[in-house]
């Protein structure tokens, strides 16, 4: 058996305003919340751009108290190819650490789980990788930001 390994290949920042979301309220699976998404930008080995604004973090808060995270946007390369990423996880911890999240304050990684699956899609050219591979991420809510720590499968 071989154990797959892991390849940091860049790290996102996405621009978020702290308390400005959308809530439906209380649904029959949770609390849903959108997280509109302003800008941002994306670094890594032979890859960086920006976060073009207009996409959305969906999240649905399950009775549990678990996050169910769903954000889909752009990032356009500084090189101007547009890539697409769905983004699916979760995101959960102490009732306190995830209400302080919630108030828009700084919570220390270490006291909350946040993980995520990203999917890529890109025209196929010097970018096609994304297309090819299987990629994890961490996530780290700040007050303004969401960094998204991407790993991509071996």
Known sequence: MVQPGLQFVF???????????????????????????????????GIKGSIMPGGYDWQLIRHDGVAEVDARYVLKTDDDVLITITNKGLRHGTREAMQRIADGQLVEQTEYYFRTAPVFE??????????????????????????????MVL
């Open 11 to 45: 790290e996102i920042q996405v621009d978020v305003t702290p308390g400005k979301l959308l809530e439906l309220g209380a649904t029959a699976r949770g609390v849903k919340k959108i997280v509109p998404i302003l800008g941002g930008q994306f670094e890594g080995s």
């Open 122 to 151: 890109t025209a196929p050219d010097k970018y096609n990788w994304l297309n090819r591979n299987i990629f994890i991420a961490n996530g780290v809510r700040k007050p303004d930001q969401v960094l998204i720590q991407v790993w």
